[in-house]
Structures are given as C-alpha cells and as structure tokens.
C-alpha cells in the first residue's frame, strides 16, 4: 500500500487573522451590527502589520462576514442577510397583511426562545440594557406611545442576551421585516383605549421573567405578547 503524505504549509499571517474572526463571530462575541476596532489598532492587539490586517479584512468582506462602509468603518454582518430579506422587502414596504401575519407567526417562534434562553444565560449587563430599554418605553408610554424604533431594539436585546450566535444571526437577518409588523401593530393598539399599559404590562413581564431566571415564564409571556400581535395581523387581513 503506498501512502501519500501532503506537505504542512504554514498559514499566512491573514489566514490566521480571518481564522480568528470568524470564530469570535461564530461564538457570539462579535455580533450582527458590530464595528471591527480600525485596522491599525486590530493590527496593535494581533501583533501583526496593518498589509496582513487589511488583507484578512477584504477576504472576511468576499467571504459575507464583514461589510466596509466608506469612512464609516467595518461591520460585522449578518450570516443570512441577503438570502432572506430581499424576496420579502417589497411586501413589507406594502404592508401587506398577509405578509405581515406570517411574520408576527415567524416572531413567536424565534423570540419565545429568545427569552427562554435569555432567562438562562443574561449576564447582568444583558438585563440592564433590557431594563434601559424599558424604562425608555415606560417614559415614552406618558407621552401616548413609544417609537417603534425603541419597541424594536427591545426585542433585539432579549435575542442578544440569549447568547446564541445563530439566533442573533437570524433575527438581525430579518430585523427591518420584523419592525415592520412592530410599526403597524402599535399604530393599531394605539387607537385603542388601554392598550398602552396593557402593551407595557407584556413588556415588564418578560422583562421580570429574564431577570428572575425564569425560562418557562419568560418563552410563555413572550408568546402571550406575539399571540395578541398576531391576532391584530389577523384582523387587519379580515377587515
């Protein structure tokens, strides 16, 4: 039998850089959103030249995981981007109901196990920003309603706090659809009366499930919370 044996190349300096980039991405500890420190001071923390830093940077770029911004620096992106949004943003820009129904449906399922990890895993920085967020809502609420935008990132730090790469992953892929059906369905709660507290209850309740380590609570007030966006999807497509 005669065996062959392939000869050990070193790695390049920027294989090695992008090796350790895409590994932080797939842990988690860069996220969807994150900027990338510039490339001398990446160069600084790795030792290495700025050439070596800068060409690992455009390989990450080719490969989909980062995304250079005209003097606006380097981003982490997300891994499911294109593939998913694109066919669906015309849809939502129209509001279509259907559409926008599907969606809610599609946010019960990943943000109920959003908030059931994030009651095990949060760190107390996690739940400080979910509590920051809140209070920016709970403020907001005095005045007759929060933005969307606020609505919107509170869900996104539930996620983040799951600490579950792939998750994040997911739902920043599909964030813009998602603050679609937000933007419409606090439009329609808005015009009903009580519906803000009743809005800010479900968001403290979760809230309080994360922050007492309370898995089954928080998926089950997550899901409570969707359901009723849901249901008003579901009326917007009978009317």
Known sequence: MTISFQPIRPKKISEEIVEQIKAMIAKGQLKPGDRLPSERD???MLGVSRPSVREA??????MGFLDSRQGGGTFVRALTEASITNPLAKLVEQRDPQVLRSL?????????WSA???????????????????QVMEQQADKGGWSSEVD?????AITAASHNS????VLDSVHSLFHATIQVALVEFYRQKGHIRLLLEHHRAIMDAIAARQPEVARQKMMEHLQMVEEKMAQLLSD
Request: overall charge negative; proline content about 0%.
């Open 166 to 169: 792939l998750q994040m992953h």
């Open 152 to 156: 919107a990132d509170f869900h996104y």
């Open 104 to 112: 809610a449906e599609v946010r019960m399922g990943l943000e109920s």
């Open 57 to 62: 940077i455009m390989v990450l770029e080719a």
């Open 116 to 134: 059931f990890l994030a009651a095990q895993r949060a760190s107390e920085e996690d739940i400080e920003e979910i509590r920051r967020l809140y």
């Open 42 to 44: 990446l160069a600084t």
